[in-house]
């Protein structure tokens, strides 16, 4: 599905990197699963968490079995979107990141070209492309065990693989606030409890290793040329430990 951050462009590359020393039976985590453009591309004992509701009930929800709808036009984004308390959950999730310009939170209908707000045939293409792309990727997570946490609340087994994609520190694509210096300490904490942790961002702490990178066009425009760079860390210690 799309989502905002997703790391559909590069998971063909990173994944290789992150699951090279997986062992039988180990489950891989993340911890900020999204729009779980990763998760489905890794098999096996996988768990995938994330603290918006809406979004782990329409997950958990498909995996049970739910059928969302193949065309919501405008008012009805609109309507959900005024009013989440009387809609389920998972119907708002849908809604709210699936129909939504740029796949941002209820950031505004979305639509294949500007100046085609009355084209009905294409909201319909849209939608149609949506709950097309949801019902082909919940087949990929069938067996994924969806929590709605706090990364720091999350039980996760020993000895796991963790990939973190928390939001980027610097970046204004996320509303609420987020500790950074609280997640690395957290991060810190895994790897000292022995799991194997990866983690995207842009910057790390001085002590964190990059391990892969590549320059991105970034932004909710197609026709963006910004530019960053995406990184993949990890704690140097786990470089150390493999070299000893």
């Not at 782990?56 to 309507?79: A, C, D, H, R």
Request: hydrophobic fraction near 30%; charge should be positive; glycine fraction near 6%.
């Amino acid at each position: 599905m799309k989502y905002m951050g997703s790391k559909n462009r590069i998971a063909k590359e990173i994944l290789p990197i992150i699951l090279k020393n997986r062992k039988l039976e180990q489950w891989y985590v993340e911890p900020f699963c999204g729009g779980c453009n990763s998760l489905d591309k890794v098999d096996g004992k996988r768990i995938g968490n994330d603290n918006n509701r809406y979004l782990i009930e329409m997950f958990k929800e498909l995996q049970k079995g739910w059928t969302p709808p193949k065309y919501v036009n405008e008012n009805s984004y609109n309507e959900v979107k005024n009013n989440r308390e009387i809609y389920s959950d998972c119907l708002v999730g849908y809604v709210g990141f699936n129909l939504s310009f740029g796949a941002k939170w209820f950031g505004g209908y979305r639509r294949d070209k500007a100046g085609q707000k009355d084209d009905l045939e294409n909201m319909k293409n849209q939608s149609r492309r949506s709950y097309n792309s949801v019902m082909e990727q919940i087949k990929k997570l069938d067996t994924v065990v969806f929590y709605n946490k706090n990364y720091w609340e999350l039980d996760i087994p020993e000895n796991s693989i963790i990939y973190c994609d928390p939001p980027y520190e610097g970046t204004t694509k996320y509303k609420d606030g987020f500790d950074h210096e609280k997640y690395w300490n957290w991060v810190r904490e895994m790897v000292d409890k022995r799991h194997e942790v990866f983690c995207s961002e842009y910057n790390a702490p001085e002590d964190f290793v990059c391990i892969w990178e590549k320059e991105l066009t970034t932004g909710l425009d197609t026709k963006s040329t910004k530019k960053d760079v995406e990184k993949l860390f990890v704690h140097k210690s786990q470089i150390n430990n493999k070299n000893q």
